[in-house]
């Protein structure tokens, strides 16, 4: 499988976490690919961003999921962002992907 499955979820260059409804939904949202640093797709598989500004492509950079790294930084941005608030804690990644905030486009 090549395609990401959504949801998506991508960190930019300060580690703000974004979650958006798919690989489509994501390209158009996102602008510079210089921002991003790292995502996943909704079953913990590494992406990479690629193109040019304002036409970026999302596309897995590995078909190994990465779910640690993926609780990890979502843990990370709770504390720096919604201070308070606690992560997702669900043991299944499927229930704690679903649970993460969507962006409102």
């Not at 499988?1 to 580690?15: A, H, K, R, S, Y």
């Not at 974004?18 to 598989?45: H, I, K, N």
């Not at 608030?85 to 409102?104: C, I, K, S």
């Amino acid at each position: 499988m090549t395609t990401p499955i959504g949801p998506v979820i991508i960190f930019d260059d300060e580690f703000h976490m974004y979650v958006l409804r798919d690989q489509a939904s994501a390209e158009a949202f996102w602008e510079m690919p210089d921002e991003f640093t790292c995502g996943f797709d909704s079953l913990a598989r590494s992406l990479r961003m690629a193109g040019e500004p304002h036409q970026v492509r999302l596309e897995l950079a590995s078909g190994e999921a990465d779910e640690r790294e993926l609780r990890r930084l979502v843990a990370n941005h709770y504390r720096r962002y919604l201070r308070g608030q606690a992560p997702p804690q669900a043991p299944a990644l499927r229930d704690f992907v679903a649970a993460l905030p969507r962006e409102r486009l």
